[in-house]
């Protein structure tokens, strides 16, 4: 299984990107997809998750500006990000879960004020 993260970039504080996770497999197939995220200096984080059969999760911090969504006709994973903030840069990973977890390269995100 592979999974292929795309879609950061560097934008200014109060403005959006969406950003992709790819999958080599049929996304409907696996039990659990998420969005993680990596700043300096701080340890990895769960931002989203999207669970088959049951509602998002999502990080305090991003609920109300994120939204996690997956298409399974793509078999791709989304997280649209908006109202972005400086604390929000970071290198960001989805992964998913299928008979184990797999994770996608990161793309950077970073949020200039």
């Known amino acids: 299984v592979q999974l292929q993260a795309s879609g950061g970039g560097l934008v200014q504080a109060g403005e959006s990107l969406e950003l992709s996770c790819a999958a080599s497999?049929?996304?409907?197939?696996?039990?659990?997809m998420g969005w993680y995220r990596e700043a300096p200096g701080k340890q990895r984080e769960l931002v989203a998750a999207i669970m088959r059969g049951g509602g998002p999760h999502y990080l305090e911090s991003v609920k109300g500006r994120f939204t996690i969504n997956k298409d399974d006709a793509k078999n791709t994973l989304y997280l649209q990000m908006n109202s972005l903030e400086p604390e929000d840069t970071a290198v960001y990973y989805c992964?998913?879960?299928?008979?184990?977890?797999?994770w996608g390269q990161g793309t950077q995100v970073t949020v200039s004020s």
């Open positions: 497999v049929s996304t409907s197939t696996i039990q659990t």
């Open positions: 992964n998913g879960f299928l008979d184990k977890w797999y």
